[in-house]
């Protein structure tokens, strides 16, 4: 993930910082900025900076007007004006956490002046190791910056602290709480900030400020970029093409429909597994974050397998395709895809894995061929997908009653929820790395983002459909109906995921924020076939997306042979592994591939389905500018 950097020991780089002056001291020898040069060249600054946003405001009239004017559709205000009721019924609550700040606040300028003074002192507090904000030297060498970093993590735990301990809050309140706390403490960091981040304040005296008129140009740039909106560039989007560079595995088109394209691969054996696989991904994103780059594709890699692949490439919509629903979604992607896959192979039967909301949708469509009597799956593969949203995570926060009407009501504005919108959802659950990293690296460092497959994946965003989103949002995360037998009902069917024999295998990451693990491992106590539950490390994308290396060892997997009651029994009893997971899903899928190999299917040689385009087809093209 990309992140500004700040390297360098701050005795030798930090030139010009406010440096401490005890000789004992290792930045005593750093000198104080010249008061009369910085105020020139912030001057000079200043002068071309307005220059830059009078030509701005001049092309771009009215873009000062509000941009927001939904009021407050996701409903924060009244959550926490409620907590503040609360909070003030027990002011001796308030009064003990202030007096518990105003400790740690006299314990660190205790700390702070023995430092000054020549002397060690050990941190009052410290950062997580996985938070990068603090990795420049200075925050810990300069007596000055480790004061501020210090004091704003006392102030940052203490805000977390004090509003996750109000009592009498239902639980999405307090969840929303604590989410939106957190959110204005991120914000609040003083590495956000340019007098307040040594990394960015040395750039600024060794640049003479170029950095910042740079950072302003690429501020305006995204700006315009987004139509008056901020859309924070995460990457060069220059650097890429989809067929080019990345998403390059060859294969053709074989179907489509309205609502996707069947992409089957060109097959790399002589010989191939007697059932064929079919990929559903999300439509909340594209498919080619499984076929990334030729060394980190999991499409790739699985036609190595001797497996005869297809995937679905979810369409892009607009407002034509504003009633698609999610039964449409069922009937034009995976069943449609199943009937061209028997056609083309000759094999009634077809192995499947769902990715996230296609995963979703398998398990919905798996519960409705149950109810049809269609047993053409033969075995199910989950990535990261929740069944039972009664835990659904940090996107919880964004879903209640005001919340998804005033989401229904712009979807129906518009006939679809823009993918922008998804987007900066998803983005704010990782928001020091996907939104104030960026910040940071772009606006205040003047620097242009790296060129990085994955986040020019996570910027090509998708719409939704009104009548297809609106249903998702409502019957699973507001009401979770899909885990209650008979709760949806599919093309005038009740679904009941507890009916299903399809043999499963279970894939989950242990830090995804999108599915939380313990919430996927539901799956295990609800199918009526054998299940298979694998967890991976790290997170809904990277732990999926993480290739067999021998060179290179990243993320380790847990397997157990019993599915216990709990999520936490079963981590509990299972085993690590270095590496990869998926050598264990392809001895698992062997299973369910049949006992003979047949001659390799080659893409459009039947003449009811002859190639339409080489891959990856042109719906995965369309981008919302």
């Given at each position: 993930?990309?992140?500004?950097?700040?390297?360098?020991?701050?005795?030798?780089?930090?030139?010009?910082?406010?440096?401490?002056?005890?000789?004992?001291?290792?930045?005593?020898?750093?000198?104080?900025?010249?008061?009369?040069?910085?105020?020139?060249?912030?001057?000079?600054?200043?002068?071309?900076?307005?220059?830059?946003?009078?030509?701005?405001?001049?092309?771009?009239?009215?873009?000062?007007?509000?941009?927001?004017?939904?009021?407050?559709?996701?409903?924060?205000?009244?959550a926490f004006i409620e907590m503040t009721q609360r909070m003030m019924t027990n002011p001796a609550a308030v009064m003990q956490a202030q007096v518990t700040l105003w400790q740690n606040y006299m314990n660190l300028w205790t700390s702070t002046t023995q430092r000054m003074m020549g002397g060690e002192a050990a941190p009052v507090?410290?950062?997580?190791?996985?938070?990068?904000?603090?990795?420049?030297?200075?925050?810990?060498?300069?007596?000055?910056?480790?004061?501020?970093?210090?004091?704003?993590?006392?102030?940052?735990?203490?805000?977390?602290?004090?509003?996750?301990?109000?009592?009498?809050?239902?639980?999405?309140?307090?969840?929303?709480?604590?989410?939106?706390?957190?959110?204005?403490?991120?914000?609040?960091?003083?590495?956000?900030?340019?007098?307040?981040?040594?990394?960015?304040?040395?750039?600024?005296?060794?640049?003479?400020?170029?950095?910042?008129?740079?950072?302003?140009?690429?501020?305006?740039?995204?700006?315009?970029?987004?139509?008056?909106?901020?859309?924070?560039?995460?990457?060069?989007?220059?650097?890429?093409?989809?067929?080019?560079?990345?998403?390059?595995?060859?294969?053709?088109?074989?179907?489509?429909?309205?609502?996707?394209?069947?992409?089957?691969?060109?097959?790399?054996?002589?010989?191939?597994?007697?059932?064929?696989?079919?990929?559903?991904?999300?439509?909340?994103?594209?498919?080619?974050?499984?076929?990334?780059?030729?060394?980190?594709?999991?499409?790739?890699?699985?036609?190595?397998?001797?497996?005869?692949?297809?995937?679905?490439?979810?369409?892009?919509?607009?407002?034509?395709?504003?009633?698609?629903?999610?039964?449409?979604?069922?009937?034009?992607?995976?069943?449609?895809?199943?009937?061209?896959?028997?056609?083309?192979?000759?094999?009634?039967?077809?192995?499947?894995?769902?990715?996230?909301?296609?995963?979703?949708?398998?398990?919905?469509?798996?519960?409705?061929?149950?109810?049809?009597?269609?047993?053409?799956?033969?075995?199910?593969?989950?990535?990261?997908?929740?069944?039972?949203?009664?835990?659904?995570?940090?996107?919880?926060?964004?879903?209640?009653e005001e919340q998804l009407s005033s989401l229904e009501e712009r979807m129906n504005e518009r006939g679809y929820l823009d993918g922008s919108e998804m987007a900066t959802t998803f983005n704010m659950l990782r928001a020091n790395d996907l939104i104030w990293s960026f910040v940071v690296n772009n606006y205040l460092m003047g620097?242009?983002?790296?060129?990085?497959?994955?986040l020019y994946w996570n910027s090509d965003s998708t719409r939704m459909p009104a009548a297809m989103h609106g249903f998702y949002l409502r019957k699973m995360y507001l009401e979770n109906q899909l885990i209650r037998p008979g709760g949806i009902e599919l093309c005038g069917k009740p679904v009941d995921l507890t009916s299903v024999?399809?043999?499963?295998?279970?894939?989950?990451?242990?830090?995804?924020?999108?599915?939380?693990?313990?919430?996927?491992?539901?799956?295990?106590?609800?199918?009526?076939?054998?299940?298979?539950?694998?967890?991976?490390?790290?997170?809904?994308?990277?732990?999926?997306?993480?290739?067999?290396?021998?060179?290179?060892?990243?993320?380790?997997?847990?397997?157990?042979?019993?599915?216990?009651?709990?999520?936490?029994?079963?981590?509990?009893?299972?085993?690590?592994?270095?590496?990869?997971?998926?050598?264990?899903?392809?001895?698992?899928?062997?299973?369910?591939?049949?006992?003979?190999?047949?001659?390799?299917?080659?893409?459009?040689?039947?003449?009811?389905?002859?190639?339409?385009?080489?891959?990856?087809?042109?719906?995965?093209?369309?981008?919302?500018?």
């Amino acid at each position: 993930m990309l992140r500004c950097s700040g390297t360098g020991n701050a005795t030798t780089k930090a030139k010009g910082l406010m440096a401490e002056k005890s000789e004992n001291n290792s930045g005593a020898d750093n000198d104080w900025p010249d008061p009369v040069e910085m105020s020139r060249q912030m001057a000079g600054i200043a002068e071309r900076s307005q220059k830059l946003v009078t030509e701005f405001l001049s092309k771009h009239p009215g873009r000062s007007e509000g941009a927001l004017g939904h009021g407050d559709p996701l409903n924060v205000g009244s959550a926490f004006i409620e907590m503040t009721q609360r909070m003030m019924t027990n002011p001796a609550a308030v009064m003990q956490a202030q007096v518990t700040l105003w400790q740690n606040y006299m314990n660190l300028w205790t700390s702070t002046t023995q430092r000054m003074m020549g002397g060690e002192a050990a941190p009052v507090i410290t950062p997580d190791r996985s938070d990068t904000r603090f990795r420049d030297d200075a925050w810990s060498e300069n007596a000055l910056f480790d004061f501020i970093k210090q004091s704003y993590l006392l102030t940052a735990r203490w805000m977390q602290d004090t509003v996750g301990e109000v009592e009498g809050l239902d639980d999405k309140t307090a969840k929303k709480v604590d989410f939106y706390t957190k959110q204005f403490a991120d914000a609040l960091a003083p590495s956000n900030f340019l007098l307040t981040n040594p990394t960015v304040l040395r750039e600024t005296l060794d640049s003479k400020g170029e950095n910042l008129v740079r950072g302003l140009e690429n501020l305006l740039n995204d700006l315009e970029k987004g139509e008056g909106q901020l859309k924070i560039s995460m990457t060069d989007a220059e650097a890429f093409e989809v067929g080019e560079n990345i998403a390059t595995t060859p294969g053709k088109v074989v179907f489509q429909t309205d609502l996707m394209q069947l992409i089957q691969y060109e097959p790399t054996t002589e010989k191939v597994h007697q059932t064929p696989l079919l990929i559903i991904p999300p439509w909340i994103n594209k498919f080619y974050i499984l076929d990334l780059r030729p060394k980190n594709s999991f499409i790739k890699w699985a036609v190595e397998q001797g497996l005869t692949v297809f995937v679905v490439s979810w369409v892009n919509p607009d407002e034509k395709l504003a009633e698609k629903s999610f039964e449409n979604y069922m009937l034009e992607g995976p069943l449609a895809a199943l009937d061209a896959i028997e056609s083309i192979t000759g094999e009634r039967q077809t192995n499947a894995i769902g990715y996230c909301l296609g995963g979703t949708l398998l398990a919905s469509t798996l519960a409705y061929m149950k109810a049809t009597d269609d047993d053409r799956v033969k075995s199910a593969t989950f990535f990261t997908t929740m069944i039972d949203f009664e835990e659904a995570g940090e996107l919880s926060v964004f879903i209640d009653e005001e919340q998804l009407s005033s989401l229904e009501e712009r979807m129906n504005e518009r006939g679809y929820l823009d993918g922008s919108e998804m987007a900066t959802t998803f983005n704010m659950l990782r928001a020091n790395d996907l939104i104030w990293s960026f910040v940071v690296n772009n606006y205040l460092m003047g620097k242009d983002p790296f060129p990085f497959d994955l986040l020019y994946w996570n910027s090509d965003s998708t719409r939704m459909p009104a009548a297809m989103h609106g249903f998702y949002l409502r019957k699973m995360y507001l009401e979770n109906q899909l885990i209650r037998p008979g709760g949806i009902e599919l093309c005038g069917k009740p679904v009941d995921l507890t009916s299903v024999e399809t043999p499963i295998f279970v894939l989950s990451t242990r830090e995804d924020h999108i599915a939380p693990w313990v919430s996927t491992y539901a799956a295990t106590q609800t199918y009526a076939g054998p299940v298979k539950f694998v967890l991976a490390a790290s997170g809904h994308i990277a732990g999926v997306v993480n290739p067999p290396n021998p060179d290179k060892v990243k993320y380790s997997h847990w397997t157990n042979a019993k599915n216990p009651k709990t999520a936490d029994a079963w981590f509990e009893s299972a085993t690590e592994h270095p590496g990869s997971w998926w050598p264990e899903w392809m001895k698992w899928m062997k299973k369910h591939s049949g006992r003979k190999q047949t001659p390799a299917r080659i893409p459009g040689e039947t003449e009811k389905f002859p190639a339409l385009e080489a891959a990856p087809g042109s719906y995965v093209k369309v981008r919302i500018t």
